[in-house]
C-alpha cells in the first residue's frame, strides 16, 4: 500500500463507510413507537437515542453538522502521535473539556440546544487536529482539496436540513415586502415608519384575536407565553406534558384525581379561565388533557403557525378541528402567509 | 416622539460601543505586563459590556429596588464612565487600535494575504486581486452587519424560551425589583417564570425597558433581539483570533464549516440565549489557558469572570465553572499553598460576577435545581 493510500484514501474510504452507515441508521423510523417527544427529538429507538441522544454531539448530523465526529480520531492521532496535549495550560483545557461534555452527554441528551454547547469548540478543534495530521504527513498540497471536501460534506448535510426546514414552516415566513435594500435607504422616513408599524404587528396572528376579546377573561395558557408578552390579559400558566399549573401557591396539578369533567368545572370555576390557547399537537402530550379538548374546547381561532384558541364550553361535546385545518390548508394552497381562520370561516 | 428605532441605536451605542469602549480601556490598564493581545481584548471589552450592565442592574435591582428608571440608567452609565476615567490613559491606545482596524489599505490587513497564502490562488498574485480580496473581506463584514439589522427589525421575538426570558425582562423593568421569593409568580397577569437560569439575559431586556421608558417607550425589544446575532459573530470572532495562530487558511476554513451547520446557523438566526452562553463559555476556556499559562492578576480576574458570566446566564454553566475551576486548581503551575489561596480568590470572583445569584436562589429563592425540574 503506498504512502499516499495510507494516509489519504484509506481514511476517506472510512470515512464515507462509516458516514453511509450513520445516515442509514438516522433514517430508520420505528414505527411502533409512539411518544411524539421521542420522535421529535429523534431518540425513539435505542440506536438512535446512543447517536443522536448520549453521543449527539459528534452524531447528531442534522442539527450539529456530520463534521463534529472528525474529533475522534483526529483527536487521538493528536494526543497519541502529536502529543499535543504537551503543557499544563492545554492538559487543563482538555480535562475541562472532557468533563463539561460527559455531563452535556449524560444529562443534556433530550436537548439539542445543549449538544450545541461545545460544538464551537469542537469543530474548529476537529479543523485543527485535520490540519496538523495534513501536516504532519506531508499532506499540505492537498490541504485546499482536503479542506474543500469537509466543506463540501458539511453543505450537503445543512441543504439536507434546510429542505426540513422548509417543510416544517410551510408558508409560516414570507417577506411582506419586496422593496429593496437602495430603496430602503433612499427614503429613511418610510423606512421608518414601516418598522414602526412592524413593531406593533406580532408574529402570530392569534394574539390579534386575544386582544381582541374582552379584558376581563382569562385563559387557560398551554405552555406558550406568547400571551403574557404579546397581551395584557390574565391568564393561567399551563403544560399539559406534565400536567402542571401555575399560581402565586406554585404549582398544582390539574388532571390527577379529577374526571374530564370536574377539570372543566375546575378550569371555568376555579381558575376562571373562558378560553384556552393551544396547538394540537401540544394537545397530544397527554391523552386525557386531549380527550378534555376535544370534549369541552370548541376552537374558535386558528393561525398559520397552528395556534389555536379554544373556548371552554359549559356542555360536553364533540369539537374538532378538522374544518379549520381544513380551511388553514386551502389558504396556504392560495399562497396567503397570513392567516387567521375564524369560527365564522368554517360554519 | 422619538422612534423606538431610535432609541435602539442610541442604546445599542451606548452599550455596544461607548461601554466597550470603557472595558477595553480598563482591560489595557490592568494588563500591566502585556499579556492579552490587542484584538483579544477588544473582543473581550464587546463580549463584556452587555454582561456588565446585566450584572450592574441586577445588583442595583436587588439591593436598591423601586427607584425611577433614569436613577438606574444614570448610575450605570455613570458607572462606565468611572471606569473610562480611571483608565483614561489607555484611550489613546484602544484609538489608535481601533483606527487602524479601519485602514483599509492592502499593506495594513493581514487578512487579505489570507487570499494569496494558498496555492491555489498564488497564480493570481497581484495588487488586484489583494485589493479584491480586501474588498470581499469589508463586503462580508457589511453584509452580515445588513442581515444583522434586518432580522432585528423585521423578526418579532418568538419561541417559548425567548418569551420566557422577555416577559421576566419586562417585569423586573416593571416592578423595579430583583427578590429572591420561592414562586417567581406575576399577579399583574398570573405569569410564573419557569426558568432556572441567572438572570443576566433577561436584565439586558431590562436594561432596554428602563432606557426606553425615559424616553416614554415601554415595549422596546431590538436590544433583546439584537444579543443573539452579536454574540453569534463575536464567536466567529474568537475562534478565528484564536485559530489563526496556527494558520489563517485553518481559521477561516473553522469558521466557514461552524457557520455552515445547520444548527450554528439556527443558532445565530433564531433569537435565543444561545450565542450569549457559549460565546462566554467559549471565553471562559480561553481565560482558563491564559490563566495558567501566563499566571497573573489580569488573567485570573479575567478567568473567573468569564467563568461567573457564563454560569450567571445559564444552569449548564454552573457546572461547567465548577469543572474549569478544577482543572484551574489541578494544572496551577504553583505550590499547593499559592494554588489554594488563587482559587479562593477566583472562587471569590466567581461569586461577585453572577455566582451568588445561585446562592441566593437556593436558600431563599425556587431552590433552583433543588427542585422538582420540568422540562418545556
Known sequence: MSNLTKKIYLPIFLGVILLLVLYRIQIQVDETVTDINLIYRRI???????????????????????????????????????????????????????????????????????????????????????????????????????????????????????????????????????????????HPFETLNKIENKKKSTAYPVIDFIRSLPEDEKVLVNNLPMLYYYTNKSGTYYWCGDDTYYTNKGRSLLMENRSIDEMRQFISDTLGCKYLLSTDYYNQHSEKFNAFVHSYCKPVFMDNGEFVMYEIMGTKGNYILDKFIQALNKKKEEGITRISIRNADVE | MISAFFVFILLGALTYVYFSFSLNALLLKLDTHHIIEKPLALIFALALAPFISSLFLH????????????????????????????????????????????????????????????????????????????????????????????????????????????????????????????????????????GLHGFSFPLIGTWEYLFSEIFGIYDNDYLLRSVTGYYGILILVLIYHFIKKYSRFYALSAITMLFSSYGFYLMVTDYHIDTYRIFMILAAFAGLGLAIKHPSNITLILFGVFAAAQAYIHSLGVFIAIFLSLSFFIFYPAKFSKKAVRSLVLFFIIMLFGGVHYVMDVFLGTGWIFQEIKYY
Do not use: C
Open chain 1, 44 to 186: 425513539e429507538t435505542p440506536t438512535k437515542l446512543l447517536l443522536n441522544g448520549y453521543l449527539g454531539h459528534f452524531f447528531n448530523f442534522k442539527y450539529l453538522g456530520n463534521l463534529n465526529w472528525l474529533i475522534i480520531p483526529f483527536g487521538i492521532y493528536a494526543v497519541v502521535k502529536l502529543r499535543f496535549f504537551d503543557t499544563p495550560w492545554k492538559k487543563a483545557l482538555g480535562l475541562s473539556y472532557l468533563l463539561a461534555l460527559i455531563l452535556i452527554s449524560a444529562k443534556g441528551y433530550f436537548n439539542s440546544r445543549y449538544q450545541l454547547t461545545l460544538m464551537p469548540l469542537t469543530l474548529p478543534m476537529a479543523v485543527l487536529f485535520v490540519s496538523l495530521y495534513i501536516k504532519e504527513n506531508n499532506l499540505t498540497k492537498y490541504k485546499f482539496q482536503i479542506v474543500s471536501s469537509l466543506f463540501l460534506l458539511i453543505m450537503i448535510n445543512t441543504a439536507v436540513g434546510f429542505l426540513f426546514m422548509q417543510q416544517k414552516n410551510g408558508n409560516k415566513t414570507v417577506s411582506d415586502s419586496k422593496v429593496g435594500l437602495i430603496y430602503r435607504i433612499t
Open chain 2, 59 to 194: 445588583y442595583l435591582l436587588w439591593l436598591f429596588p423601586s427607584q425611577n428608571a433614569i436613577t438606574y440608567v444614570i448610575i450605570i452609565i455613570l458607572a462606565f464612565t468611572l471606569i473610562l476615567l480611571w483608565a483614561k490613559n489607555k484611550i489613546g491606545a484602544v484609538l489608535q487600535y481601533i483606527s487602524g482596524k479601519f485602514n483599509f489599505s492592502v499593506q495594513n490587513n493581514n487578512d487579505a494575504q489570507l487570499f494569496i497564502e494558498n496555492k491555489f490562488f498564488k497564480i493570481y498574485t497581484n495588487e488586484r486581486i489583494l485589493i479584491l480580496s480586501n474588498i470581499t473581506l469589508w463586503s462580508i463584514v457589511f453584509i452580515a452587519s445588513y442581515y444583522w439589522m434586518k432580522q432585528i427589525i423585521g423578526t418579532p421575538i418568538s419561541g417559548h424560551d425567548m418569551l420566557e426570558y422577555a416577559i421576566q425582562a419586562k417585569h423586573f423593568a416593571r416592578e423595579k425589583l430583583i427578590a429572591y421569593i420561592p414562586n417567581r409568580y406575576h399577579a399583574e397577569n398570573n405569569f410564573f417564570y419557569v
